[in-house]
C-alpha cells in the first residue's frame, strides 16, 4: 500500500499543522476580544482615586453583544466604569479608546455647580448628586461648571479625579458619548495584583 503525501513529507505535516493552530489561534483571539472580553492599560490620572496609570482592566464585552445581537444599543448603568472609543480620536494621536464613570443618560439634564453634579430627569424633578451611589468613589470635589441636557443616543461621562484639569471629559471638551462607541464596563482590575478588584 503506498504511502500517504502526509507520511512521505511528515515535515510538511507538521508545518500546515502549525499553521492551522496559528490561524485558530488569531481567529479565537479576534472573537474573544469582539464578543467576550478585552484588556485595556490605564494611563494619566483621569480616573485616581479608583484607577492609577498601570491598571490593568478586563471589559466585559458580553452585555454588548448580547445587546447587538437584539439588534438594540448597549446602555450601561449610572455610576458604572466604562471604556469607550475616544469620539475626537484622530489617527495617530493619544488616547484611543478612554475610561470613565457615567454619570447621566439621554433626556436628563446635568448641572455642575459649586463642586457638585445634580441631575433632574422624570423621576427625579427635584434633581439628585449620580455620585451618592458611588460608595465614596470620587473623593474629589469637581471642578468647573455645566448646564447641559444630554441628547439622544448619548452619554455623559465624568473621570473620577474633577480637580482641575485632570480629566478630559464630558465637562470639558470630550463631550457627550455616542452609545455605539462603547467598549463595554469595566469589570476587573487585574494587576496590579495586590490591587485586584471588581467593578
Known sequence: ????????????????????????VFAGTIFINSFIFRSFNV?????????????????????????QLQNKS????????????????????????????????PGERVVLKDGTYTVY??????????????????????????????????LFVSGDHREGSFSYDSRNGLGLIPFYDVIGPVGIRIFPFTGIRTF
Request: hydrophobic letters at 35%; a negative charge.
Open 74 to 105: 448597549y446602555i450601561p448603568e449610572r455610576g458604572q466604569v466604562i471604556v469607550f472609543k475616544n469620539p475626537l480620536f484622530t489617527g495617530g494621536s493619544a488616547d484611543e479608546y478612554i475610561v470613565k464613570r457615567v454619570i447621566a443618560f
Open 121 to 154: 430627569n422624570a423621576d427625579h424633578p427635584g434633581g439628585f448628586n449620580p455620585d451618592d451611589q458611588n460608595h465614596g468613589e470620587p473623593g474629589s470635589p469637581t471642578s468647573g461648571e455645566v448646564d447641559t441636557t444630554v441628547t439622544e443616543g448619548t
Open 43 to 67: 494611563e494619566g490620572p483621569s480616573m485616581e482615586k479608583t484607577l492609577y496609570t498601570g491598571d490593568r482592566l478586563i471589559v466585559n464585552r458580553l452585555p454588548v453583544t448580547w445587546a
Open 1 to 24: 500500500m503506498e504511502a500517504s503525501y502526509f507520511q512521505r513529507h511528515p515535515l510538511f505535516k507538521d508545518i500546515l499543522g502549525l499553521i492551522v493552530f496559528a490561524i485558530c
